[in-house]
């Protein structure tokens, strides 16, 4: 274990996690991010919770001479891709923005490794990829139809990602299909804080909760489920971080690509989750019926068995925990109206 760790959007939900998890694994992480959807102010709690001054590189994943400059002034070991555009509905109204971001930015970063003689990258894929699965849990090998632009992306830097891998056989790539990171870390110090107004659900009810929004919207009540709401596998951010240390511990001793899922294996309902927001909080929270979005689908959960046995990862933080974690962030953040 250790080396040194490039994480691309490393100052935002996913990556700041990853950071920290990394950081007590005893590997070394440098954060680079643009702060499209991420906050600068994060940096001095990343360094209270890490113990270390964590190297910044302020640039966007596409900029090419910033890309060389930083692997040449660092001697980088391995990279977690963390930074792309996330948003389904925005995804939708600008398809180009995400192919460019998305696309184009791995597309970048893979070629500055291969300058560098950098061979292991772990990318933060979704579980977009697999679209409306036929049947749930969702493995690995299920059909793959992504239903919006964001998950057309992930597929195609997945395709671009195996294809390098099959040319040369150096390549260290673990492809991790995230289904719905929600929570904070424990200590409350970190977790998520969109810069944009929030698309995912329970920072929205986080909103709510602190009354910057009057209500939540549950998109769709109509879908073919127990209480008519969108069904996702929600997995606590600590557990979703923890399991790209265990990736990339892996890859350290195995070349060539893997493929996994990272879910806690099973799926909870829009209403299941506002009500454990709810238990968080102490209070009601205000809801109102919404039409469909485009891209979105009735259930989708993960079947973790693969990360499990092969990582030996395990997501152990259930739903009560993750709002729980959510609220305190929300508390000792002060993200108050």
């Not at 702060?35 to 940096?43: D, E, G, I, P, Y």
């Not at 671009?160 to 790539?173: K, M, N």
């Not at 698309?199 to 986080?206: G, Y």
């Not at 195995?254 to 099973?266: A, P, Y």
Request: aromatic residues 6%; contains cysteine; charged residues 20%.
């Amino acid at each position: 274990m250790g080396g040194t760790v490039l994480v691309t959007g490393g100052a935002g939900y996913v990556g700041s996690h990853v950071v920290v998890a990394l950081a007590r694994a005893g590997y070394a992480p440098i954060v680079l991010d643009n702060f499209a959807n991420s906050s600068a102010t994060v940096l001095p709690r990343l360094k209270h919770l890490t113990g270390a001054e964590l190297p910044l590189i302020a640039a966007d994943v596409r900029d090419r001479a910033a890309l060389a400059h930083t692997f040449s002034t660092h001697a980088i070991d391995a990279v977690v891709h963390c930074a792309g555009l996330k948003a389904v509905g925005e995804g939708e109204a600008q398809p180009l923005a995400y192919y460019d971001n998305n696309v184009g930015g791995s597309i970048a970063l893979a070629q500055a490794m291969i300058a560098a003689g950098v061979n292991t990258l772990i990318f933060s894929s979704s579980a977009t990829v697999y679209g409306q699965p036929e049947r749930n849990p969702v493995p690995e090998d299920a059909p793959l139809r992504p239903a919006s632009v964001y998950g057309r992306t992930k597929r195609a830097v997945e395709l671009i990602l195996e294809d390098l891998a099959a040319a040369d056989a150096s390549w260290r790539i673990g492809l991790l299909r995230y289904f719905n990171p929600a929570g904070a870390d424990a200590s409350g110090e970190i977790g998520e804080a969109p810069t944009n107004v929030p698309n995912n659900l329970v920072p929205i009810l986080a909103d709510v909760a602190a009354g910057r929004r009057p209500c939540v919207d549950v998109f769709g009540d109509d879908y073919p489920t127990a209480d008519g709401t969108g069904v996702r596998d929600y997995i606590h951010i600590t557990d979703l971080a923890a399991g790209h240390v265990a990736a990339l511990a892996h890859l350290a001793r195995q070349s060539g690509v893997i493929t996994l899922n990272l879910g806690i294996g099973r799926g909870c309902s829009v209403l299941e989750v506002i009500a454990a927001f709810e238990r968080a909080c102490g209070k009601p929270l205000a809801r109102r019926a919404a039409p469909r979005r485009p891209g979105d689908i009735a259930i989708c959960c993960a079947d973790p068995a693969r990360a499990n046995a092969l990582l030996g990862w395990r997501a152990g933080l259930d739903l009560d925990a993750i709002c729980a974690d959510a609220w305190r962030w929300q508390v000792n953040s002060g993200r108050r109206a």
